[in-house]
């Protein structure tokens, strides 16, 4: 059967041309006939039929979308959710493109409380309703806010059996009628009701409530990995056992801050921009920057004068001269011979400075040399004297390489020379 102006047509389909008209988009034309390329309907106009293409628009989620999505990963701040469909949408229920599959629940978007990681209010596989807030550079979304939107389904973590709302443990507002798991979700109104809103239930997630000793010693403080909380742990409920090394870890934090974790030790620095005493979380490296907060945001936003960087490089380079001085100089020595022994090594490199420290590396299992040594000299002009005059010698007929030890493992970006 030949198409003609109106009629649906598919790829394959015969399409009639009237005299005087052209083929026009989505028609093949050759000696042998014409036929459509496309799917859709043909149109007639101004001296040329063609296909008007009956194409789907794509299925993007756009900032302000509602969409309904199942968590798929649970990390220690965000809960990274798969899109399922975009709600009041043509067309929302079908697939989204690969890269607007995904989106991001910051911790911080989830509800008005306090929740140390994301774990503690969702679970891999919940169903939830949120709105997008981001698009670039990542797909972002939020459930909080918004009566409507939350987690809609959950099942239990223990026996898989749908998850009911309650009210008895104030700290938890979810639970299973068949074991003994409660839990906490951030719940829309429309939990257990799907699409369809229930009753306002907003209440059991208590927004700006403090959470009791009780369940504060459960949540994942730190951004801990969900399973380190028994509250956000998907294999087991909140009567399992805590493991020995965790309740080893937690009997040893003592003065911990808001979650009762660690305190960290801070150390005193001078800011090496300003100049101002301030404290920091790890022991000051000297030669590398170390400023305090208001500092840290002034060279964030360029705010900094070429005056005050260029003054603090001079500051950075007399410290790291002057800690060179008094922390010597390390030196890696390869080629070295399975039968040396450190007091050898000593009485060679002595001969050029004060020696800190003499080492063989030896293999763990064997306690064999591995046949390289490090030799630390008090003094780095000593080092870099012994350096000169003692790389490419040779120990015990073997020629030996004497360079620095640089950081890391890493004593030169060359490759070492092969023993012969």
């Not at 003609?4 to 988009?25: K, Y």
């Not at 989106?103 to 509800?111: C, E, G, L, S």
């Not at 927004?207 to 459960?218: D, H, L, Q, V």
């Not at 969900?226 to 509250?231: D, H, I």
């Amino acid at each position: 059967m030949t198409a003609g102006a109106g009629d649906f047509v598919t790829p394959g389909s015969t399409v009639s041309i009237p005299e005087g008209t052209e083929a026009g988009h989505g028609i093949h034309t050759d000696s042998a006939g014409s036929v459509a390329v496309v799917t859709g309907t043909l149109i007639q106009s101004e001296g040329t039929i063609s296909v008007n293409a009956s194409r789907p628009s794509v299925n993007s989620p756009r900032i302000g979308d509602v969409i309904i999505a199942e968590v798929n990963r649970i990390n220690p701040k965000t809960a990274e959710v798969r899109v399922l469909h975009i709600e009041d949408k043509e067309g929302g229920h079908r697939d989204v493109p690969a890269e607007e599959l995904f989106a991001d629940i910051y911790v911080t978007n989830f509800v008005d409380r306090f929740l140390p990681s994301a774990g503690d209010a969702m679970r891999k596989r919940d169903i939830v309703r949120a709105r997008i807030t981001e698009l670039d550079p990542m797909m972002k979304a939020t459930t909080r806010d918004d009566p409507e939107l939350g987690v809609l389904h959950a099942i239990c973590p223990q026996c898989g059996l749908d998850l009911e709302t309650s009210s008895e443990t104030p700290d938890f507002n979810v639970k299973c009628s068949r074991c003994d798991y409660t839990g906490y979700r951030v719940l829309s109104n429309g939990f257990g009701h799907g699409h369809i809103m229930g009753d306002d239930i907003q209440s059991l997630n208590r927004p700006g409530a403090r959470w009791s000793s009780e369940a504060e010693a459960m949540l994942g403080h730190d951004g801990a990995r969900p399973y380190l909380s028994p509250v956000a742990d998907h294999r087991r409920g909140m009567s399992h056992e805590i493991p020995e090394s965790i309740r080893r870890q937690r009997a040893a934090q003592s003065g911990g801050g808001r979650g009762g974790g660690p305190r960290r030790e801070m150390h005193p620095a001078t800011c090496t921009l300003c100049g101002t005493k301030t404290k920091v979380p790890f022991k000051p490296t000297p030669g590398k920057p170390i400023r305090c907060r208001d500092c840290m945001d002034k060279v964030k936003d360029g705010k900094a004068s070429k005056e005050e960087l260029s003054k603090e490089r001079e500051t950075l380079v007399a410290a790291r001269s002057q800690a060179e001085e008094t922390m010597g100089l390390k030196l890696f020595i390869g080629g070295v011979s399975y039968d040396a022994s450190e007091d050898e090594l000593r009485e060679i490199f002595s001969a050029h400075g004060e020696l800190k420290e003499v080492h063989i590396a030896t293999d763990r299992e064997t306690g064999r040399s591995r046949g390289f040594a490090f030799v630390t000299f008090s003094n780095k002009k000593e080092g870099m004297s012994a350096i000169k005059d003692l790389n490419g010698s040779e120990i015990r007929s073997r020629k030996i390489t004497v360079q620095e030890s640089k950081p890391s493992g890493g004593r030169d970006s060359r490759r070492r020379p092969r023993r012969n």
